[in-house]
């Protein structure tokens, strides 16, 4: 069973930082495009940012130039580091991970695996 937790969550102001990570256990994440998704209150949840097998980066257009994917496969994690945030931000972050391979990054139906969310808030 594969499992994946999300930790580094927490409160910034505008214009400040947090690095999130999802950590998986049950199965290596190396070889799988793992993607981060967020749900803001009242909103659907949306695409933020993938990385697949070969270390190839995909963002949004509302957090590309401000967040970075990353992996580390020997620590089987992958961080996001958000940088220059914006109250609009603020939502529950996910990480995710398919079963097999990914044909479309931005589609939440193509992953199988969902960690329990961290809460991202940014204040003015």
């Known amino acids: 069973q594969v499992q994946l937790v999300e930790s580094g969550g927490g409160l910034a102001q505008a214009g400040g930082s947090l690095k999130l990570s999802c950590v998986a256990s049950?199965?290596?994440?190396?070889?799988?495009?793992i993607a981060w998704f967020r749900q803001a209150p009242g909103k659907e949840r949306e695409f933020v940012a993938a990385?697949?097998?070969?270390?190839?980066?995909y963002y949004a257009d509302s957090v590309r130039g401000r967040f970075a994917i990353d992996r580390d496969n020997a620590k089987n994690t992958v961080p996001l580091q958000m940088n220059s945030l914006k109250p609009e931000d603020t939502a529950v972050y996910y990480c995710?991970?398919?079963?097999?391979?990914?044909?479309?990054?931005?589609?939440?139906?193509?992953?199988?695996?969902w960690g329990q969310g961290t809460q991202v808030t940014v204040s003015l």
């Open positions: 995710a991970a398919p079963i097999g391979g990914v044909a479309r990054m931005e589609d939440e139906y193509e992953y199988d695996y």
């Open positions: 990385i697949n097998w070969s270390g190839t980066t």
């Open positions: 049950g199965r290596t994440l190396s070889g799988y495009t």
